[in-house]
């Protein structure tokens, strides 16, 4: 049998190309690969119940040569569904979640090159406050995800001592667990934050997030509620959509033993809470800041 011209060959087999030599510091080393990403002709729901299925807290949308394109993360549903509130309170709430992806992603996307170094992704997630970096190569294409987690969990950099109190967001925004989620919704959009703190009186009980909000719209309770309109959503408690199973912290306990806490919850955040009171709120972003690289 005549050989291909141009390969060499070992015992008769072609030699295998060696794997490009990675530095120890590079991004892809402690980058979650392969990414889950979809098309943005998807539609919403299917979209929510792969987020829900899978604990994912952000997906990719690229080209069907994996071109990244966009980023979906709950945020962008909890918007879309509050503006399409305010057009029509009669819209079933099913016909919204057949919406495709590609009116709701987001397209300005935090990303790095797979080249980059893990200082270098650090430092960008910290200036830009992101909490997932997209890794592509030279032509954009996806190749990984770059996490908080990822870089507490495996790239696992030193701490800076302290507390929690000392990395803590203080006097936090605060939903009360009665009042709508319309409301609950406005409070994020207006204050910037996904995740709010929840009271019932002056007691924390839990936790309102985007992320709680997909989950309800990406899981079984929406089964329960498939006939209702956005405005009647819009018009359910905050109770409804709240996590009850949040961690709560002490705040004088030390940043590196709450990071153990946290990494054993699916939330990436906790309460501080002493005395029944609320001091404070805290996410992975807050142990990203204590890392000395």
Not at 130 to 155: M, Q
Request: with cysteine.
């Amino acid at each position: 049998m005549e050989r291909d011209k141009g390969i060499r060959y070992i015992r008769g087999l072609p030699r295998k190309t060696l794997p490009t030599r990675v530095s120890k510091n590079s991004v892809l080393n402690y980058a979650s690969s392969p990414p889950l990403h979809v098309t943005k002709t998807i539609p919403l729901l299917r979209l929510l119940e792969t987020m829900v299925a899978r604990g994912f807290r952000r997906i990719f949308v690229t080209t069907p040569s994996n071109v990244l394109e966009g980023v979906v993360t709950p945020m962008e549903v909890v918007q879309y569904l509050f503006w399409r509130s305010r057009e029509s309170f009669e819209t079933p709430v099913l016909s919204i979640l057949s919406t495709q992806v590609s009116k709701i992603m987001r397209r300005d996307i935090v990303s790095v090159r797979q080249s980059a170094s893990m200082a270098g992704s650090i430092s960008l997630m910290r200036q830009k406050e992101v909490n997932g970096l997209a890794v592509v190569d030279d032509n954009g294409v996806l190749k990984a995800v770059l996490t908080v987690r990822d870089v507490l969990e495996k790239f696992n950099p030193p701490l800076k001592s302290g507390s929690v109190k000392d990395f803590m967001s203080k006097s936090p925004v605060c939903i009360s667990i009665n009042r709508p989620l319309r409301e609950g919704i406005e409070t994020m959009i207006s204050s910037g934050f996904r995740r709010l703190p929840c009271l019932d009186g002056f007691h924390p009980v839990g936790l309102f997030s985007s992320r709680s909000i997909a989950g309800f719209l990406g899981g079984r309770a929406l089964l329960r509620e498939a006939g209702k309109t956005l405005g009647e959503l819009m018009s359910m408690s905050v109770a409804n959509f709240m996590i009850k199973d949040i961690p709560i912290l002490d705040p004088e306990t030390s940043i590196s033993e709450a990071w153990e806490t946290i990494k054993r919850s699916s939330y990436g955040s906790a309460l501080v809470v002493k005395s029944y009171s609320l001091e404070g709120f805290i996410t992975e972003m807050d142990f990203l800041k204590a890392v000395e690289v």
